[in-house]
């Protein structure tokens, strides 16, 4: 039976390790890379997770989300690397009690932006993650799998995600942004016929993220955020 990404959870349940590193059927880690993040975990208790530097196919191309995080406007004092609010599942080594501390993975989101929603419960409990360049994991693409299915999907759990954790005017900067896109890719009816039909559920699993989380979301992905109320106002949601 395929989970999705909450087969991981499975995994994880199994571990007896401190730290537990994901890769996917078409990635594989580099020489030393699993030793370098666990040096990086060792050193930093508060460090969740290392997401590492993808390099593509045989001519090892870098990822292009890598040259995203590399550059990322966090934060990143007393950190190993510069700071995340997002990482990538699949290239990702992970503290095993951080892992569960916020329960794995949703099983309803399968696949698709299911790192996002754990990562914003991460952070809201304070922990850190970071990119490491010089931990190297490589992907070699499986041909896609039913592309425009996995696009619904994807979209489906931005939305619901946005939902669970933004507050209402954010949530609707970053739903307005959603619908745009999947309209733009003929989407917009199957993509709505989804996200509509686990609302519901969405919103009774909503708990808004704390200011400091929500800033730090605000300050990487700003396009699609309306701002935050001032400094010691509540958070609309």
């Known amino acids: 039976m395929n989970l999705g990404a909450a087969g991981r959870n499975a995994g994880v349940a199994c571990v007896q390790t401190p730290y537990v590193a994901f890769c996917d059927d078409d990635t594989w880690?580099?020489?030393?890379?699993?030793?370098?993040?666990?040096?990086?975990l060792d050193a930093h208790p508060r460090l969740a997770l290392v997401s590492a530097r993808v390099l593509i196919g045989p001519e090892e191309r870098l990822d292009p989300t890598c040259e995203r995080m590399a550059h990322s406007p966090l934060d990143s004092t007393g950190l190993p690397g510069?700071?995340?609010?997002?990482?990538?599942?699949?290239?990702?080594?992970?503290r095993t009690e951080a892992y569960r501390a916020?329960?794995?993975?949703?099983?309803?989101?399968?696949?698709?932006?299911e790192e996002a929603l754990m990562a914003f419960d991460l952070a809201a409990r304070g922990w850190r993650m970071i990119y490491a360049a010089e931990v190297v994991t490589h992907h070699?693409?499986?041909?896609?799998?039913?592309?425009?299915?996995r696009r619904i999907v994807l979209a489906r759990n931005r939305l619901w995600i946005a939902w669970m954790r933004l507050p209402v005017a954010s949530?609707?900067?970053?739903?307005?942004?959603?619908?745009?896109?999947?309209?733009?890719?003929?989407?917009l009816?199957?993509?709505?016929?989804?996200?509509?039909?686990?609302?519901?559920?969405?919103?009774?699993?909503?708990?808004?993220?704390?200011?400091?989380v929500l800033e730090m979301h605000r300050r990487v992905f700003g396009r699609r955020l309306a701002r935050l109320p001032p400094s010691g106002a509540p958070a609309s949601g």
């Open 29 to 40: 880690w580099a020489a030393g890379a699993l030793a370098r993040a666990s040096d990086l």
């Open 171 to 187: 949530a609707c900067a970053e739903s307005a942004v959603i619908l745009r896109e999947v309209a733009g890719q003929g989407l």
């Open 140 to 149: 070699h693409p499986s041909p896609a799998r039913d592309p425009r299915a």
């Open 189 to 212: 009816r199957p993509v709505l016929r989804q996200a509509l039909g686990g609302l519901g559920w969405a919103l009774a699993r909503r708990d808004v993220l704390p200011a400091p």
């Open 82 to 94: 510069p700071a995340l609010i997002a990482f990538m599942a699949g290239a990702v080594v992970m």
């Open 102 to 113: 916020v329960g794995g993975y949703e099983a309803r989101l399968f696949l698709g932006a």
